[in-house]
């Protein structure tokens, strides 16, 4: 069974520039989360898909960060523009309906310069 | 609100002892506990899923434990090596369906040679 992709691996941009990460979940995975996590941080979650459709995005800064899961499959989180305090890994995680327990990708490192 | 705490927040040990990490959560009523294991500047890899009903789970030399009457968790490491060198993270997860994982900010484990 593939794992949860998520590219790029690292990013380096300047503060006020836009970046986007993308993260396919495993096959079937109807749920999909993105987590953001601070150096010496525990994860954080920004956004939750249930297929297309979104069921809490309440710490998602949405002045600055979007997310889309179009077609329920893979997801794409925006930040537009950046700032400095949001460095940190941005993980990507999948799971079935359940208590099964979530499954994570390799996470993307962006730094804001 | 749900609060997940891990002591401590780092622990050095030479190669071969015993050790236990620590996750105590605030509010008992959770559906099931994960921990991970986190190399640096990387994702989540999951190490153990106990479910609310389940007193403990193992996978070759650890051992997790979970007691909700009193919030707490425990990791137990047998015979550690270099290789176990990582961050250890715990998360509850508190809402129905895999919604609502809450994580500790983890414990920073190295194992000298």
């Known amino acids: 069974e593939a794992g949860v992709a998520q590219s790029p691996r690292y990013k380096i941009i300047e503060k006020r520039q836009s970046v986007a990460f993308w993260c396919n979940p495993i096959s079937g995975h109807a749920t999909l989360y993105w987590y953001q996590q601070i150096l010496g941080q525990g994860p954080k979650l920004l956004i939750q898909?249930?297929?297309?459709?979104?069921?809490?995005d309440s710490q998602l800064p949405k002045d600055r960060f979007s997310a889309e899961r179009l077609k329920g499959v893979d997801s794409t989180l925006k930040i537009q523009p950046a700032k400095l305090e949001d460095s940190a890994v941005y993980l990507c995680?999948?799971?079935?309906?359940?208590?099964?327990?979530?499954?994570f990708g390799s996470g993307t490192r962006l730094t804001v310069v | 609100k749900q609060e997940v705490t891990q002591i401590p927040a780092a622990l050095s040990v030479p190669e071969g002892e015993n050790l236990v990490l620590n996750c105590s959560f605030t509010d008992s009523a959770i559906y099931n506990l994960q921990w991970f294991r986190q190399d640096p500047g990387k994702g989540l890899t999951s190490l153990l899923l106990?479910?609310?009903?389940?007193r403990e789970q193992t996978s070759g030399r650890l051992n997790a434990s979970l007691d909700k009457s009193s919030g707490r968790s425990t990791l137990y490491i047998a015979a550690s090596q270099p290789g176990d060198s990582a961050t250890y993270l715990c998360a509850v997860l508190v809402g129905y369906n895999n919604n609502d994982m809450r994580f500790g900010a983890g414990t920073r484990l190295t194992v000298k040679p």
């Open positions: 898909f249930q297929n297309n459709g979104v069921v809490d």
């Open positions: 995680a999948s799971s079935l309906p359940g208590l099964g327990g979530y499954t």
């Open positions: 106990i479910q609310s009903s389940q």
